[in-house]
Structures are given as structure tokens and as C-alpha cells.
């Protein structure tokens, strides 16, 4: 199989707020502390927006920011549109998308007018994301927004991969999850917020972080984290099952790892420098 | 250079119109719309939806019972009709249960189990039921999870939830996956059932309408919420393969507002372009395009001039959610279908309930049913987030326009 350069990287979660500060701590040289989030996230878009949309949107525009500012991109590359935006294609990857606002359209659906704010109702569908992050980037590019539950880092990338191929082009995936709030948190338990961006290219890569090469989906036992608070994450946010591949990237060396990617399937990956 | 076209080996269709493909076919031919005035559990809606009868009574059993939920019985509603079981299990026994992957296009899944159970909270601890099972009704990959269950698959299997174009994204990722090896075969599916948050919803936006939906008429006022589940298994077709093909599709977002399309249509031209360029055709070749067609004011406008700007002012358009209502997540897979059927039967559906057509609208709308052979028609989608995806199918002759006529189809 041919390989895909990782050439950026984005991340937030406690105690991994950014790729740069991240690394040392995945690569084990500084020991993980579960600090929250910044609120200042998703500072691309414009201030009137940051307001109105949740913490779900602002964690996956987030670590699309911060994978796209690391990397390298030819400027006006996006010759098919006509327009000056991002050549980049994405995939959002996400088990349940934004609980916050479903919990909002839920709520007042009981109430006797049954008035679901305008807002809310736009902002409930699984690729507000990817729509936000079009517009603030005026990237007229494909994309696409799935959940396959528990694996949905490992489907995004499968996705990520056959579209990189496909189109030979670049392609950011970004997966992400927060724990939803009550009374849906007694139902779905999601541990902490986790945000991840990968940006894949298939062509040869000098900025390459990392090379991958996806092996295919078996069953066995997903590779598990040292540190108790990162394996904490990476069992508690379906964004998080990326953890171990995330850890190989910062650790640079050759390897294989074992993605959990559902149910009792697992993806195995090669990465090298 | 075109791309490797995909055969579909076998489909199936359920919506409005009734459960079976032949129920589409012949709703389509008479001009029997399945619209009805708003009669979903209790909403209170001066709207017209397309709800598919029975479900209510059909709970899921067994092993499937945590799917239980209207979302996952439609899904299992189709997938019993049209020998599509018979057709997935002889693939499985040609590919392996583990090469034929599962993408399941779905804008709300079962949303519907969470709204029942946000109206069944505790009085004292606000909690919900404890029989409420997320996982397995509202959770987006609910469906696919089921879906792939149900046909005994063990492949790669997501749900992908783009709003309205999400099933017709199916057909990308699944061509994108078997291209890549990642499955041999692919089973598409799209379902969406009705349910409080869309019906409450798109009347919040104003966009439902309080008649039957009426695209590109002059008069036109708003869509109607409909409900549909369809499904195909994908395999990359043969040499001279007479089945009908996946010629092309094209995806773009519109980067310019959450709600509203770009009013020139910028998105859904570059879709509709990229359908085009991966076939490899022109646009005169396309004898068909089967519009999203909403019947919003805007968003009719903004595929008028996109297709006119592709195709010019000739070719033959319609839209079909005046028979279902707009099947949302489900609507991708329901008009391929529906193209599906076009090609197979030389049939060109009118655009039911319109009269008028919209002078200020430049595409040539067909309004009364019309038979004549097809070779390649067009199908779009677009949804909420300025997404886009138009899918190209098409038959070599000869093709079967003339046969279906031959035999007095009418």
C-alpha cells in the first residue's frame, strides 16, 4: 500500500491544548496533566460568530486551524473554483456530533409552542463544522461528516485515505467528540472534550511529520496509552482512539499501532518518520 | 480519463409511495402523489408531509430489539423489499462478509427515541428513561450499525450525515473505498424518518409549506417534509454490462452561508461539473436531471442558474418531492433510484402539483410525464452547510427505453 505523509497536526483536550505543547507529553518526556481547555479556541472565525455557535463547532474549527497554520500550501492553489480558498478536502469525523444543541431542540420540543430556534435547527446537523469551516475559509472543496460510534477516528481515516487517493489531492481530517450534556450524559458517557486534525497528503512530502501506511481492519486488542489519565481519554472520546498514533507521530521512531476501530474490530497502522 | 464505473447489482426503495420499488414505479407513471396533510403523531402543523404507512405498528424484535426506534423499522422496511436480503447474501458469498462495506447516508437517524424520551423525563431527577438506548436509535451511526447487522456484513461500515445530501455522498465514499481496496462491493443506503425536530424545524425556518410542495412554480412557497429509506449494493460493473452504471459525482461546498445556497449556485455547479468530468461526458449527452428541487423560493433559483449554467436552457429537468416530500438525509438515494428507474423504463417524470413554471426560472422543467429512451441522467442533492453532490448514471444501449416500450409500458 502506498503511504500518506502526515504533514500537520492539530490537537486539544485537557492537558493537550496544541500540537507544539502536546508532543513532549505523548512522547512520554513530560508527564500528562489534565488541565482544561482555553476558551479562546477557533479564533479564525469572526468574533460575532465565535458567540453563536457551541463549544463543538469551536473544538473542531479549532484543531483545523491549527493543523491548516502548520502547513505548507501553494498559495491560490485551488485553480478549479476560481476562488482563493483552502485546496484542501476534508472529513469530519464525529460519534455524535453537537449533544448540546440536540439537547436544546429536545427540550423545547417539550414544551407546549414547540418553538426549535432557527439557530439551533441549522446548527444540528452533523456538518455544521465542515459549513463553518467552508465559509471562514472559503474552501469550496468536498467534504464529508460521518460517525461509525466507538470508531470514529478509525472510519474517518479509512475515509480520509480512499478520498486522498481518489482525488490525489490533500485532505484534513478532523475528528472530535465532547460529553454530551445531562440528561444525555447518563446515556452516552464521553469522558472529556478531544479535537484532532491530521492533514494527509499522498504525494511525496518534504514537511512531512510522519509517514502512514494503513494496514487492514482485524480483531484483537487495541494498543493502550502508559499514562493513566491519556488512557483514560483515549477509552473515554471515540476522537481519542487516534491517541496511540497520535503518541507514534510524536515520538517519531518506526512502528506499528493498533487503532481501536469499534465494536471489536482494530486497524493496525505503520507510521515512520 | 473517465473513472471505472459501478454497477448496481441490486436496489430497493420505500417512501410515500409505499414499500417496493414497484410502488415508486407506479406512483411515478400515474402521477399519484403520496403527500397528505400533516397526520405525524401529534404535531399540530398546517403542513403536508410524505409519511410511510405502518411503521408505527412493525417495532423491531429479537436480537434487533435495542434498535427498535422509526428510523431503523423504515431501514428494515426496505431492506425486505425488492429480494435485496437474497441479492446482499449471494455478493457475500462471491466477496466475503467482510469486503462489502456499509455507507449509509442519514441527516436526524432516530432522533425521534430521544425526543419520546426528553417527554418521559423524571419528574424529580430530570433523568430519562433508563429503556432509552442512544447508541442504538439516536446516534448517528445507529443505522449503519443496523444496516449492516441486518445483511450479516463485517466490512468497513459509517453513517454519513450531510444534512440532504448525505445519501448521495454514499455513492462517493463507496466508489472512493473500492477504489482504494478497502471493500470489493458497497452497500449504499439513505434513510431518514419524520420526526418532531425536522417537521418543527424547517417550519421554524418558514420553509414548509402549508400545500403540497410546487417546485419551480411561480406560486411556489416552501418544501414538505417527507421520510424514505432506500438502498443499493455496488460492484464494479463488467464489460459491456447492460445494468444501470455510477458514470460520475462530484462534490463541492459552497462556502457561503449555513442555510442558504449561493444564490448564483456556485457550489452546485462545481458538483454538478464534477459528476460531468469524471464520466467523462459532455452535458448534452445527459437526456435527464433530476433536481433537488426543494420548492423553496431560493433555493429552486439557485439550482436554476447553476443548471443552466452547466447544461444551458434544453435539458429536460424535474423534481420529484412532489410525490415524496423531501426525504432529507434519504432523498440522495431515493432519486438516484428514482434515475435508476428513469433509465430502466424510458421514463421522464413530470413535476407534480406544479401549474406555473416561474418565468424568472430558465431551466427546462417538465411538467406532464414523458416516455422516450435514456442514456445518462443527472441526480442532485444539496443540503444545510452549503453541501453539494451530484451523482451521473447511466446504460450502454441498447438500453431499455425502447424495451419497456416495446412492451407497453406506459
Known amino acids: 500500500m502506498n ?13 493537550l491544548a496544541g500540537w507544539a505543547a502536546s508532543q513532549a507529553v505523548l512522547a512520554g518526556q513530560r508527564p500528562y496533566v489534565a488541565e482544561p481547555i482555553p476558551a479562546a479556541m477557533a479564533t479564525l472565525l469572526p468574533a460575532n460568530e465565535r458567540r453563536r455557535v457551541t463549544v463543538t463547532i469551536k ?3 479549532q484543531v483545523a486551524q491549527e493543523a491548516m497554520a502548520q502547513a505548507v500550501l501553494a498559495p491560490g492553489s485551488s485553480p478549479d473554483t476560481g476562488r482563493t480558498g483552502l485546496a484542501v478536502r476534508t472529513v469530519f469525523a464525529s460519534s455524535g456530533g453537537d449533544s448540546e444543541v440536540l439537547d436544546k431542540i429536545c427540550t423545547a420540543l417539550t414544551q407546549p409552542d414547540r418553538l426549535v430556534s432557527p439557530t439551533h435547527f441549522h446548527q444540528s446537523v452533523h456538518n455544521t463544522p465542515a459549513g463553518y469551516w467552508a465559509i471562514a475559509t472559503d474552501c469550496m472543496q468536498s467534504s464529508v461528516s460521518l460517525s461509525a460510534y466507538d470508531g470514529s477516528f478509525v472510519a474517518g481515516l479509512w475515509e480520509a485515505v480512499a478520498l486522498a487517493w481518489a482525488d490525489q489531492a490533500r485532505v484534513l481530517l478532523v475528528a472530535y467528540d465532547l460529553p454530551p450534556p445531562f440528561p444525555l450524559a447518563e446515556h452516552r458517557q464521553i469522558v472529556a472534550p478531544f479535537g484532532v486534525a491530521l492533514l494527509l497528503n ?10 502512514l501506511r494503513l494496514g487492514r481492519e482485524t ?3 487495541a494498543d493502550r496509552l502508559d499514562d493513566a489519565g491519556l488512557e483514560r481519554l483515549r477509552a473515554g472520546n471515540p476522537a481519542a482512539r487516534g491517541l496511540p498514533l497520535l503518541r507514534a507521530i510524536a515520538r517519531g521512531a518506526v512502528g506499528r499501532v493498533i487503532l481501536a476501530a469499534g465494536a471489536n474490530a482494530t486497524l493496525s497502522v505503520e507510521v515512520e518518520p | 480519463m473517465a473513472i471505472k464505473p459501478l454497477a448496481i447489482a441490486a436496489c430497493t426503495l420505500t417512501n410515500a409511495l409505499g414499500a417496493g420499488l414497484a410502488a415508486s414505479l407506479r406512483a411515478l407513471r400515474r402521477g399519484e402523489s403520496g403527500l397528505r396533510p400533516c397526520d405525524f403523531e401529534d404535531a399540530e402543523l398546517n403542513t403536508w408531509i410524505g409519511r410511510v404507512a405502518g411503521l408505527e405498528e412493525e417495532p423491531l424484535r429479537g436480537e434487533f430489539a435495542p434498535f427498535d426506534c422509526r428510523n431503523n423499522r423504515l431501514a428494515r422496511l426496505s431492506l425486505e423489499q425488492d429480494a435485496f ?8 458469498d462471491r466477496y466475503g462478509a467482510d469486503r462489502i462495506g456499509v455507507f449509509v447516508g442519514t441527516s436526524t437517524s432516530g432522533i425521534g427515541a430521544t425526543e419520546h424520551a426528553y417527554r418521559q423525563r423524571d419528574p424529580i431527577t430530570g433523568s430519562l428513561p433508563a429503556t432509552f438506548d442512544y447508541r442504538h436509535t439516536h446516534n448517528v451511526f445507529s443505522v449503519a450499525d443496523f444496516t449492516q447487522r441486518w445483511l450479516g456484513l463485517t466490512g468497513v461500515a459509517f453513517a454519513i450525515s450531510t444534512a440532504c445530501s448525505s445519501s448521495a455522498k454514499a455513492f462517493a465514499s463507496a466508489w472512493r473505498h473500492l477504489r482504494a481496496g478497502f471493500c470489493d462491493a458497497a452497500v449504499v443506503g439513505g434513510v431518514d424518518s419524520l420526526c418532531l425536530t425536522t417537521l418543527y424545524g424547517f417550519n421554524a425556518l418558514g420553509l414548509a409549506s402549508t400545500r403540497p410542495c410546487r417546485p419551480w412554480d411561480v406560486e411556489r412557497d416552501g418544501l414538505s417534509v417527507g421520510e424514505g429509506a432506500g438502498f443499493a449494493l455496488l460492484e464494479w460493473a463488467e464489460p459491456d454490462d447492460d445494468r444501470v452504471l ?34 467523462d461526458a459532455t452535458p448534452t449527452q445527459v437526456d435527464y436531471i433530476n433536481l433537488h428541487g426543494t420548492a423553496t423560493p431560493l433555493n429552486d433559483a439557485a439550482e436554476d442558474r447553476a443548471v443552466v449554467r452547466v447544461f444551458g436552457p434544453n435539458t429536460p429537468c424535474s423534481s420529484t418531492k412532489g410525490w415524496t416530500g423531501h426525504t432529507l438525509g434519504a432523498a440522495g438515494l431515493t432519486e438516484a433510484l428514482f434515475v435508476h428507474l428513469c433509465l430502466e423504463h424510458g421514463l421522464i ?3 407534480l402539483h406544479t401549474r406555473r413554471r416561474d418565468p424568472k426560472l430558465g431551466a427546462n422543467i417538465v411538467l406532464e410525464n414523458q416516455q422516450r429512451p435514456l442514456r445518462m441522467a443527472l441526480s442532485n442533492s444539496f443540503g444545510f452547510g452549503g453541501t453539494n453532490c451530484s451523482l451521473l448514471f447511466g446504460r450502454s444501449p441498447p438500453f431499455s427505453g425502447e424495451r419497456s416500450r416495446g412492451k407497453g409500458g406506459k
Open chain 1, 202 to 211: 499522498p504525494a511525496p512530502s518534504a514537511n512531512r511529520l510522519a509517514l
Open chain 1, 3 to 15: 503511504p500518506l505523509a502526515v504533514e500537520a497536526v492539530g490537537l486539544m483536550a485537557p492537558g
Open chain 2, 349 to 351: 417524470p413530470g413535476t
Open chain 2, 85 to 92: 436480503g437474497a441479492a446482499v447474501r449471494a455478493a457475500r
Open chain 2, 246 to 279: 455510477l458514470l460520475g459525482y462530484g462534490e463541492s461546498s459552497d462556502a457561503y452561508h449555513m442555510t442558504a445556497a449561493h444564490p448564483e449556485g456556485a457550489g452546485a455547479v462545481l458538483a454538478m461539473q464534477g459528476a460531468l468530468a469524471r464520466a
Open chain 1, 219 to 221: 480483531t484483537g486488542s
Open chain 1, 59 to 61: 473544538l473542531a474549527l
